[in-house]
């Protein structure tokens, strides 16, 4: 339910007036709440130019995918020593070509998923120098409608559903919009930042079922973590006495057993809810960047899980040891208090 509207709408938070870009290569992955077809055509609507030789460009923009000159553009570049322009990966890009909601008005209206409640959205914006209003204000920037019922919901779409200066934005647009305001290669890359992002990593669905059980409950996270990987034991909360043990792995290894070594049925093909616990439980917890946590979330989204996985097994063969008495294994302990921002 996002209403089309000028993409000048949005407030951005680098200046691009003067400054001259060249692109190589094909993005990945291209924001439709930019509103232009292109890389190139959004900078060149926000004052910008594009040239095609590196010597003339302040930027020098790879992408992802191949493309046209992109590797003769990458010879020229380490050939380059001294005068060399500023080269941006894709995602250092979209960092430079962020949006911000400084001094913007947001107004909620409707329920919001249960792994995503009003109170996560309001949060964000405020940290970002958002301004939420009130149901009575005359004007606002952005209307955010939750799927849910919400009292005044249809009133508040009829009053600015056609306003020329209002944009409607459904949840999923919401959080589109926050994964570009705050990317990972922002200084405040958060816990917040992180569970937004993963659902663009994984099926969202997972994402809010594992929110939902950090907000649920304290949890005893029995976790083992290297500078290349991550495991724990996660607890069911539905199922008296079922754990299952979680693992991923920094090049996007990754795979989640239940206490018998049968592989988790919420995985299907992908990250489960249980990973999401762990690597939100332990970016909060502060044993892991959440940066970190996104990178390897980011190379375990193309793969599946693995059907073997020794270092599940060790987990679950350690758990066993703790729960009989045998060592000691001190767990870190979640507070759901710390995710109703999420």
Request: with cysteine; proline share 6%.
């Amino acid at each position: 339910m996002t209403k089309k509207r000028r993409s000048a709408a949005l407030k951005f938070a680098e200046d691009f007036e003067g400054l001259r870009f060249a692109f190589f290569g094909g993005f990945a992955g291209w924001p439709r709440l930019f509103g232009d077809r292109s890389p190139a055509v959004h900078v060149e609507r926000r004052g910008a130019r594009v040239v095609k030789r590196i010597q003339s460009a302040d930027y020098v923009v790879l992408g992802e995918k191949s493309g046209p000159g992109k590797k003769d553009a990458r010879r020229a570049l380490e050939k380059r020593k001294n005068d060399k322009p500023t080269v941006l990966d894709e995602a250092a890009f979209l960092h430079l070509a962020r949006p911000t909601l400084n001094g913007l008005t947001f107004l909620f209206a409707g329920g919001f998923s249960k792994g995503l409640d009003v109170e996560g959205p309001v949060a964000m914006v405020t940290a970002e120098g958002g301004i939420v209003a009130g149901p009575d204000v005359s004007r606002t920037d952005y209307l955010v409608v939750g799927p849910g019922r919400g009292a005044g919901k249809a009133e508040l779409l009829r009053r600015f559903s056609k306003e020329p200066d209002t944009v409607v934005l459904s949840e999923e647009r919401l959080l589109e919009l926050f994964a570009l305001v705050r990317r990972p290669t922002d200084t405040k890359y958060d816990v917040r930042s992180l569970a937004i992002h993963l659902r663009s990593l994984t099926d969202p669905g997972k994402v809010d079922r594992g929110v939902q059980m950090l907000k649920r409950a304290s949890f005893q996270l029995h976790v083992e973590t290297t500078p290349h990987s991550a495991g724990g034991i996660v607890k069911s909360q539905s199922v008296a006495d079922e754990y299952y043990a979680a693992w991923i792995h920094e090049d996007g290894s990754f795979a989640c057993f239940d206490r018998g070594m049968t592989p988790c049925m919420g995985q299907a093909g992908d990250i489960c809810k249980h990973l999401v616990v762990l690597l939100l439980g332990l970016s909060a917890g502060g044993q892991i960047e959440p940066r970190r946590a996104y990178d390897w979330a980011k190379a375990a989204s193309p793969k599946s899980p693995l059907t073997k996985s020794t270092p599940n097994a060790e987990l679950l063969l350690r758990y066993g040891g703790f729960k009989a008495g045998e060592i000691d294994w001190r767990p870190t302990e979640t507070v759901p208090e710390d995710y109703y921002a999420l």
